[in-house]
């Protein structure tokens, strides 16, 4: 059994390995699960406990002997749906509290693949008109299907985007792809030039994303009045821009 995946859904390494044991031998006693997982018995008895209160694994007596067993995966299902709920329930509360105290401007930084598709999902909850200059193309070769379903969705949603791509081979054959897509418009920029990064304004945002192959990441800042004057330095450079 893959353990990574356990691990996805919030167990950590050893309780990873405890219940990937448990699944598949059944009932089994400490000793035997010591052995298996290769986890001493003195820290086994506290995973076995922090599982138990997860509901994960349980336990019963046969001639006054403890031997633990897996709950059903079922049972951790609904669990992740309960926990999901409850998550869901004070989720307004949470996001007034999130709201900035302050005028100053919001700067966050993303990181990796995640960062970017952070952006990429911020941009379908805004749902405005989007606009994207110094774009090197570089978005499929990096996010790979995760590109082409938000693109699937921001059509859908019908979000305009002006885009402007850099004139390099990639840039232009990603402009060739944008202006196959509805509620888009592609110009390209004057003169030929390599860049790691894009930048993006939509609402009331501003996004420069630095497309590096081995660490891409985004620099996300949340200020009315700069995205206003970014919206105006692009509009100069749309109409300085190339159609072909």
């Known amino acids: ?47 076995l406990s922090d599982l138990a209160n997860k509901g994960i694994v349980t336990y019963i007596i046969k001639n ?22 409850a998550f869901e329930s004070i989720l307004p509360d949470l ?5 900035p105290r302050t005028k100053r401007p ?10 970017i598709k952070t952006i990429l999902n911020d941009v379908l ?19 790979g299907p995760a590109v082409h379903a938000f693109e699937k969705e921001r059509q859908k949603e019908k979000i305009m985007l002006n885009v402007i791509c850099v ?7 990603r402009g060739k792809e ?24 939509y609402g009331d945002r501003i996004a420069i994303l630095f497309w590096y192959t081995e660490f891409p990441f985004a620099v996300r800042i949340i200020d009315k009045s700069l995205a206003e004057s970014y919206k105006n330095h692009f509009k100069i450079l749309w109409g300085s821009s190339d159609k072909s």
């Not at 919001?106 to 960062?115: A, D, F, P, S, Y």
């Not at 805004?126 to 978005?139: L, R």
């Not at 004139?167 to 054959?173: R, S």
């Open 1 to 47: 059994m893959d353990i990574e995946k356990l691990k996805q859904i919030g167990l950590n390494e050893k309780e990873s390995r405890v219940y990937a044991v448990l699944i598949q031998a059944g009932d089994s006693l400490v000793s035997e699960i010591s052995q298996k997982t290769g986890i001493n018995r003195s820290l086994l008895y506290s995973v």
């Open 64 to 85: 006054n002997v403890r031997y633990y067993r897996a709950a059903e995966p079922n049972k951790i299902l609904s669990m992740l749906k309960e926990k999901e709920k």
């Open 95 to 99: 996001m007034e509290l999130h709201k």
């Open 178 to 201: 944008f202006s196959q897509m509805k509620f888009t418009k592609v110009r390209y920029a004057p003169r030929p030039y390599e860049s790691p990064a894009s930048n993006w304004v």
């Open 167 to 173: 004139k390099t081979e990639d840039g232009i054959k």
């Open 125 to 143: 909850k805004i749902k405005q008109q989007w606009s994207a200059f110094d774009v090197p193309g570089k978005g499929p070769e990096i996010l």
């Open 106 to 115: 919001i700067i966050e930084i993303l990181e990796g693949k995640e960062g």
